[in-house]
Nanobody, 128 residues
Framework: QVQLVESGGGSVQPGGSLRLSCAASGRTFSSYASDYTMDWFRQPAGKEREFVAALSWGGGDTNYADSVKGRFTISRDNAKNTVYLQMNSLKPEDTAVYYC?????????????????WGKGTLVTVSP
C-alpha cells in the first residue's frame, strides 16, 4: 500500500507562485519507489479531473500537460519520499483541487482511472 498526503495549497493572486508537496509513505513505496510514477492531477469545480504533471521516480523523467508547460515544475526529494509541484505564473484557470497520485510502471498516463493511489487533495485558488 501507498499513502499520499498533499500540502501547500492556498490562495494566491494571478501571477503568483505556490509549491505543493506530496509525501509518500507505506512499506511498498519505501521498498519499490523506483517502480512508481508520481502524478499530479487537478479538478476545477464542476469539471472533470485532468492531468497536470508526472515524474518517473526511478529515472526522474517528467511529463507535463500543455496548459502548464513552462509554468509548472515537478520534482522529487528521494530522502524525504516527497514530490513537489512548483507552480509559477498562476492564472485564475489554475484554480482547482490538486491531487497527488501514483501508479506502478513508467508509462505516461493522462487518464485518472489508470492511477493506483490517490491523496485527498489540496485546494489552490487563484484570484485578484
Amino acid at each position: 500500500q501507498v499513502q499520499l498526503v498533499e500540502s501547500g495549497g492556498g490562495s494566491v493572486q494571478p501571477g503568483g507562485s505556490l509549491r505543493l508537496s506530496c509525501a509518500a509513505s507505506g512499506r511498498t513505496f519505501s521498498s519499490y519507489a523506483s517502480d512508481y510514477t508520481m502524478d499530479w492531477f487537478r479538478q476545477p469545480a464542476g469539471k472533470e479531473r485532468e492531468f497536470v504533471a508526472a515524474l518517473s521516480w526511478g529515472g526522474g523523467d517528467t511529463n507535463y500537460a500543455d496548459s502548464v508547460k513552462g509554468r509548472f515544475t515537478i520534482s522529487r526529494d528521494n530522502a524525504k519520499n516527497t514530490v513537489y509541484l512548483q507552480m509559477n505564473s498562476l492564472k485564475p484557470e489554475d484554480t482547482a483541487v490538486y491531487y497527488c497520485a501514483a501508479h506502478t510502471g513508467w508509462t505516461w498516463y493522462q487518464d485518472p482511472t489508470r492511477m493506483h493511489y490517490w491523496g485527498k487533495g489540496t485546494l489552490v485558488t487563484v484570484s485578484p
